[in-house]
C-alpha cells in the first residue's frame, strides 16, 4: 500500500484552496471554481470552515474570499523555531566544509523582501569584508539570492516589485538597468542558477540557488560568497553542489521531482501572467 493511499481528500481540497488564494488574491467562488475545478458547494463548505478558523475572510462589499495573516503568523512560528533554516543548515555545512567558502541562506518574508537567516563560516582568513549578519536584507538587485527570488518569483507579481527596487548601486559594476535585470533574470531562469560579481562588494563573487516550493516559486535562496579569484577557481564544483541542493530541498518543499529542470532546461514558476 502505496503513502498516496492515506491523503485525506478533504484535506487536500482545502490545501488547494489556500494556495489558490494565495496565488491569486481574492477570488469569488466562480473564481475558485474555474481555477480548482471544484463544485460550488464543496469550495463553500470548506470556505465556511477556514472562516470560522479565521484561516478565510470575504471582502463585504464584492463577497471575494482572502486569506488572513494566521498562515503568515504561523509561517513565522515555523521559521522562529527551526523549519527552513533547520532543513537548510545541514546543506550549509556540507557544501561549506567541501569548498572552505562562506555559504548563506535566506528566506522571502514578503514579495521583493529577503532576509538571511543562516550562514555557515569557515576557518579561513577572508581577503574582503564580506560578513553578512544574520537577519540581513537581502538585495533584490545585486545579490544572487536577491535574483534567485525575482527570477522564481510568482510571475503576477514580478512587474510591480521590479519597477519598485531602488537599483542601488553599491559599486561601479552593480547593475542598475531595468531591462538588464530582465535578461539577466530569463538567464538564470534557464541554468537554474545565478551568479554576481563585484556588484555588491567590489572583488567578490557570489553563486546563489533557489530553493522551490510546491509552485516553483523561490521561497528560499543559498548562496557561496568569497573573493573573485577563489570562486572562479572553484566554479564548477560549487554550481554542481549548490544546484544538488537545491534540488534536493525543493523536493522536500513540495516541488514535483519531475519538475525539476536542472541546469540549462529552463524553467518558469507557475502563476498567472496577467
Known sequence: ??????????????????????????????DLKAVLGLDKATLHRILSTLKALDYVRQNRSDQ??????KMFQTGNLVLER?????????????????????IYASVMT????????????????????????IGGRVSMHASS?????????????????MAGLSYEKYTPATLVDHDDLARELDNIRRQGYAIEEGERIEG???????????????????????????IQEKKAGLIKALTEASRELSIICGLPPE????????????????
Not at 64 to 69: E, I, K, N, P
Not at 110 to 133: H, M, T, W
Not at 259 to 274: E, H, I, L, T
Open 204 to 230: 567578490a563573487m557570489c553563486i546563489g540557488v533557489p530553493v522551490l516550493n510546491s509552485l516553483g516559486q523561490a521561497q528560499a535562496a543559498i548562496s557561496a560568497t568569497g573573493p573573485k579569484a577563489r
Open 110 to 133: 514578503e514579495p521583493g523582501q529577503a532576509i538571511c537567516i543562516d550562514k555557515s563560516e569557515v576557518d579561513l582568513f577572508q581577503q574582503l569584508r564580506l560578513n553578512v549578519s
Open 64 to 69: 471575494r474570499y482572502f486569506l488572513t495573516f
Open 145 to 161: 539570492m536577491g535574483r534567485c527570488y525575482l527570477a522564481f518569483m510568482n510571475p503576477r507579481h514580478l512587474p510591480e516589485i
Open 1 to 30: 500500500m502505496t503513502e498516496r493511499t492515506y491523503m485525506v481528500n478533504s484535506v487536500v481540497k482545502c490545501m488547494a484552496i489556500m494556495e489558490a488564494l494565495a496565488e491569486n488574491g481574492p477570488s469569488s467562488l466562480s
Open 82 to 102: 527551526g523549519g527552513l533554516k533547520a532543513l537548510i543548515h545541514p546543506y550549509l555545512e556540507k557544501i561549506s566544509g567541501e569548498f572552505q567558502e562562506l
Open 259 to 274: 519538475r525539476w529542470p536542472g541546469p540549462g532546461a529552463g524553467f518558469s514558476p507557475a502563476g498567472p501572467q496577467d
